[in-house]
């Protein structure tokens, strides 16, 4: 499959909760994105890790990168009604140049 | 920051015929430019890499006599899907490396294409 895996699917939670969403990628890479993307719009950029790197932080968000066991988390504080959207990691495989393989996604909902 | 512009935005098309989406770099140039297809509440699939002056490279499964690619120039790629079907109704984005492999991927707005 093309497709790295994420977990959860689908994640409900309430204003100021934390979530946290988790990517398994295959394959050796040269970095990992995250991207956000509301109702089947365009994608926002959010995060960019290197493979050299173990954990990053932007604002409310905090990302982690095990190489290791091929796998990644977002974590984002505080949320807000405004975060809910689709999640998604995609992979920047070693050997190609931002040719990313996108995993499957976590869909939020954070409620009021 | 680097503008990667895609049109339309959205587009419907009646059975059997073709859709032409291009995908523009505006202040940059890009030998590179990668187009992708997701189906409602799916992920993004990667479709093709699309090579400046050469032929594109597909993924497996994409029909290259369907989704026509065309390089011409630094700065624009097109996608055509030819006879288009209901089947071929999704969204589809396009993106261009960023100037190095620090640097994430400067994608299209997309474009939802509804064919009925």
């Known amino acids: 499959s093309q497709q790295g895996e994420e977990d959860p699917q689908a994640l409900s939670i309430q204003e100021g909760e934390n979530a946290t969403m988790n990517c398994s990628y295959k394959?050796?890479?040269?970095?990992l994105q995250w991207y956000r993307q509301n109702s089947g719009r365009g994608l926002v950029h959010l995060i960019l890790?290197?493979?050299?790197?173990r954990e990053k932080h932007s604002g409310r968000l905090r990302v982690t990168l095990d190489t290791s066991k091929k796998s990644s988390s977002l974590l984002i504080t505080a949320s807000r009604a405004a975060d809910t959207a689709s999640y998604f990691c995609?992979?920047?495989?070693?050997?190609?140049?931002?040719?990313?393989?996108f995993g499957a996604g976590t869909r939020l909902a954070v409620h009021p | 920051g680097a503008v990667v512009s895609q049109h339309p935005s959205w587009v419907i098309c009646k059975s059997g015929t073709s859709v032409k989406i291009e995908c523009r770099s505006l202040?940059?140039?890009?030998?590179?430019m990668f187009w992708y297809r997701q189906f409602p509440k799916q992920s993004l699939m990667l479709m093709a890499t699309?090579?400046?002056?050469?032929?594109?490279?597909?993924e497996q499964g994409v029909e290259k006599d369907k989704f026509l690619i065309n390089h011409a120039s630094l700065t624009l790629s097109t996608l055509t899907v030819t006879s288009a079907h209901p089947e071929d109704s999704s969204f589809y984005i396009c993106?261009?490396?960023?100037?190095?492999?620090?640097?994430?991927?400067?994608f299209g707005q997309g474009t939802r294409l509804t064919v009925v």
């Open positions: 202040d940059f140039q890009a030998t590179t």
């Open positions: 699309s090579n400046e002056g050469s032929k594109a490279t597909y």
């Open positions: 993106s261009a490396p960023g100037p190095n492999l620090d640097t994430e991927a400067f």
């Open positions: 890790i290197r493979s050299n790197e």
């Open positions: 995609a992979t920047d495989q070693t050997g190609g140049y931002n040719k990313l393989i």
């Open positions: 394959t050796s890479i040269n970095n």
